[in-house]
């Protein structure tokens, strides 16, 4: 059964990049992320369509145009704010998100959930 199969009816589904930001993240290990999604059910889609990379820099090239037009000096942005922006939109998952701002901007169809 194809992964977006599995990952419907309200189920969390984590792009790959997030994994990745979680483990980078200081005093958290590989392992400690991996027992969280798996206690909590949460679903990882590992692997990103050639869609969802072109989506990606075409929002993050929007995205450069708006701050340079606007000489935006606010936190910068990383090309995967993007792909997990961009992994939504292509899936028409929602997206659970506190930066609704950014994903807007970039996603202005995209269904957003804030909390």
């Not at 999604?37 to 929002?59: K, N, S």
């Not at 606007?70 to 922006?85: Q, S, W």
């Not at 292509?90 to 269904?111: H, K, M, V």
Request: aromatic share 14%.
């Amino acid at each position: 059964m194809p992964w977006n199969r599995r990952f419907i009816g309200g189920t969390l589904v984590a792009a790959a990049p997030v994994i990745a930001e979680l483990i980078a993240a200081p005093g958290r290990s590989e392992a400690f992320v991996d027992s969280f999604f798996e206690e909590t059910g949460i679903g990882v889609d590992w692997e990103l369509t050639a869609q969802v990379w072109r989506v990606a820099g075409r929002a993050f090239q929007g995205y450069a145009e708006r701050r340079g037009k606007h000489r935006d000096r606010g936190a910068r942005r990383i090309l995967a704010d993007f792909l997990i922006g961009a992994h939504a939109f292509t899936n028409r998952f929602r997206l659970l998100t506190l930066d609704d701002g950014l994903y807007r901007a970039a996603f202005p169809t995209l269904s957003i959930e804030t909390f």
